[in-house]
């Protein structure tokens, strides 16, 4: 991030017309740097700074798609039409997405006709699966090449391609055959052939896969990129690690703001975002647990007359309460967080549920004894008891319904990180209510309800 001070005499330089003094300013900066300077700026300059920096298309494929959508409103057609035509094959399908359908048709006709005919096809597939990340330019080779030959090839296919340290090789149906790293190529000899070289125990995936599944699989077998191949088996293009990334930071993203009752978006701006959009992305679960929580109200109308009785029990209620609701959360977070990395499944949770009631005993007594020192200080020893046993079993539930109600949730196919923390402690509110209640009723009076 840079000092106000430099912004200030780089826009400065700008809008008096001392082009090359700004572009000498910024020419050792990175472009995800320039980026950021850019957003910065005055849009008039940034504009006047974008057109003409050497590396344009690179910086404006760091910049985020609703800054993108800014830029290509105010920039001539021919100019964005140059820039987009710059970038990466599934950065340009990106941000043509994000245009409205009459930006969409005044720009693809001045895209050349490769460069069009590819931006329809990858804005064709659906959302959130491979096929909508993957990047149509990559290294290709034939089976009967030599290596010599081969590398002639990369050195032609390299300005145009994501990546050359992996080509692919295809047969005449540009069906998979097989993967080679520039390393075989550079290690084998002039006159091997490409198919004696390359690797055939292939890891691909389907243009349909879901992004999140893709992203894993990269992780998993530390690939530089993924093969995307059609439902004939035809090769159409590649997800690299570094859009793996991004799935992956997207995924968190999104999850993290389920677990805070958030409507999940992965390009939520708490900075840009008008107020109405943040109320909206809120006001749903809010709503929904306000309801929630009448359990609780219930929960004491139901016992009014020992909590009249033993008014000491209402100095302990948001205590445990509390801790239940505190354990739950725990327990949800950490099981969301396995279940999103496949850490565990849904066949593990019999024996998981064995786990947590273990550990959470083990947390309730610990608790159990610290709450109950204080309700014979502040009661007596009948209320210290009653406050034991509620801890006790305050936290054992807690615990169960936060490990168990992600795996529920991914059960009936839905994302377990909705098991929010809100969501949880409410749940956790209620039932806390009520044991801590019910307990003191059975020890305290000796009868029922």
Avoid at 129 to 158: F, H, Q
Avoid at 180 to 185: E, N, P
Wanted: proline share 3%.
């Amino acid at each position: 991030m840079c000092n106000k001070n430099f912004i200030y005499l780089l826009n400065d330089a700008l809008e008096n017309n001392h082009l090359q003094r700004a572009l000498d300013a910024v020419h050792t900066f990175k472009a995800a740097d320039l980026a950021d300077i850019l957003t910065q700026l005055p849009l008039s300059s940034s504009q006047i700074l974008l057109v003409n920096l050497p590396a344009r298309a690179y910086v404006f494929s760091y910049l985020k798609p609703q800054q993108q959508v800014k830029f290509a409103q105010i920039l001539p057609w021919a100019t964005l039409a140059e820039i987009i035509g710059e970038m990466p094959s599934d950065k340009r399908a990106d941000i043509f997405k994000q245009l409205d359908l009459e930006q969409q048709n005044v720009l693809l006709p001045a895209l050349a006709q490769a460069k069009r005919e590819d931006i329809r096809q990858l804005a064709a597939y659906v959302e959130g699966t491979a096929g909508a990340i993957m990047s149509s330019e990559y290294a290709t080779l034939k089976p009967n090449m030599t290596v010599l030959d081969a590398i002639k090839m990369l050195r032609l296919e390299a300005p145009a391609t994501e990546t050359i340290y992996i080509a692919y090789v295809l047969d005449e149906m540009r069906k998979l055959l097989g993967v080679i790293s520039l390393k075989q190529l550079i290690l084998g000899q002039e006159q091997d052939q490409v198919d004696q070289l390359m690797t055939t125990d292939l890891i691909s995936a389907d243009v349909d896969t879901d992004q999140d599944d893709v992203a894993k699989t990269i992780a998993r077998y530390d690939l530089l990129a993924l093969p995307i191949v059609d439902a004939q088996g035809v090769m159409v293009g590649i997800v690299t690690y570094d859009d793996a990334m991004d799935v992956a930071s997207e995924e968190a993203t999104e999850d993290f703001l389920r677990v805070g009752a958030v409507n999940a978006s992965s390009k939520l701006s708490l900075k840009n975002a008008s107020i109405f959009v943040l109320y909206q992305k809120r006001v749903f679960w809010l709503v929904i647990l306000v309801f929630g929580s009448l359990l609780s109200g219930i929960g004491i109308a139901h016992f009014e007359d020992i909590i009249a009785a033993n008014i000491v029990l209402v100095f302990f209620l948001p205590l445990l309460v509390g801790s239940g609701g505190n354990a739950g959360s725990q327990s949800a977070t950490l099981m969301v967080r396995a279940l999103a990395t496949g850490d565990v499944q849904f066949k593990d949770w019999f024996y998981l549920l064995g786990r947590e009631s273990l550990v959470a005993l083990c947390l309730g007594v610990t608790m159990a004894i610290a709450v109950s020192v204080l309700g014979y200080f502040r009661g007596d020893a009948m209320v210290a008891l009653v406050l034991a046993l509620s801890m006790l079993g305050i936290v054992l539930l807690g615990c169960l319904i936060g490990m168990s109600l992600p795996f529920i949730l991914n059960r009936f196919k839905l994302d377990p990180a909705s098991a929010s923390a809100p969501l949880v402690t409410s749940i956790c509110d209620a039932t806390g209510v009520i044991v801590y209640l019910f307990i003191a009723s059975q020890l305290l009076t000796g009868i029922a309800p």
